[in-house]
């Protein structure tokens, strides 16, 4: 994949301001550097606002087709490092992206709202990720989450993900106290979980992550075109029809995270996303020979065979207590 040199000194950035005041929305893609269905999405996108067949009437568009150069370059998840963990801005930017945090973290704060455009490894079918209900807890205050269930109903899929933040505190906690027992040196600060999304929420905005589908799915750059359509026409930016969601939602929460801590940790089989689990259904065999079981009814979620030891093997997923109607 070829792109001018230019890009891994500097972000580029399309920006449409209407001339009526309205909301300011920011698209993101590539911010996982492999992840090409929003960057092909945006591409398009552009190229409706530049023949004039999408208009920005009302507020500001902010379209960032590659937000990751150095990992979009190499084709990878991650450049010097994974750039939707512990972004925030830095004084003495030590990577590449932590200088892409201090350009993006101030830009993310100039809006209102955030969709992010992301894809997955393993197959499956696109889902949306929100954040928490509105709380004035210290981990993730929040105050709109109604906005974000109402985009998330209108961007198409059916399945929406919650609960990153809060699990992620929990695997932190679990880590935190492994690597005390074991004196190692990992990952335990629970603002490691700080994404764009959560950085986004920090700063009093509202954020979605899309999931448009599998890497290679042809079909997910159109998965990714159509949201942001779905979210200008929702917004009320642009002339655009909004479509009736569907009919109901799959709302999930994230309710633990499980650590890969050996190299021969294996999985008891291949999972896929979503795979419905049972309460102690065996999940993987640690080196060491102990069963690693579901700890109730409900769903993997992320499961990663490459995991590196001390990180992220998988999430266990179930029913949300949330509904999305309104
Ligand atoms: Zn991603």
Known sequence: M??????????????????????????????HGNEVAGVRAIEQMVAQLDTGAVRILRGCLTLVPITNPLAHRLNTRSGDRNLNRNLRPTALPQDFEDRIGNVLCPLLAAHDGLLDLHSFNSQGEAFSLIGPENNTDPLEPFGQADQEARLARHLGPVRIVEGW???????????????????????????????????????????????????????????GLKAIRQALALLGMAQITLEAPPASHEVLRLAE?????????????????????????????????????????????????????????FYFAQRSPRSLAG
């Open 165 to 223: 933040m809060r699990a992620y505190e929990l695997g932190v906690k679990n880590r935190r106290e492994r690597s005390r027992q074991a004196g190692l040196t990992l990952d335990t600060d629970a603002s490691y979980g700080v994404g764009t999304t959560e950085y986004m929420r920090s700063q009093g905005g509202w954020a979605v992550t899309l999931e448009c589908g599998q890497h290679a799915d042809p079909h997910a750059p159109a998965v």
């Open 2 to 31: 070829t792109q001018p040199a230019y890009l891994e000194h500097s972000l580029r950035v399309h920006q449409f301001h209407g001339l009526q005041p309205g909301p300011r929305l920011i698209v993101l893609g590539a911010v």
């Open 257 to 313: 995270v499980v650590d890969r801590l050996h190299a021969d940790d294996r999985f008891e089989r291949e999972w896929v996303s979503f795979d419905p689990v049972w309460k102690d259904e065996p999940i993987g065999i640690r080196h060491d020979g102990t069963v690693v079981r579901s700890p109730g009814d409900g769903r993997i979620v992320f499961p990663n065979v490459k995991a590196e030891p001390g990180f992220e093997w």
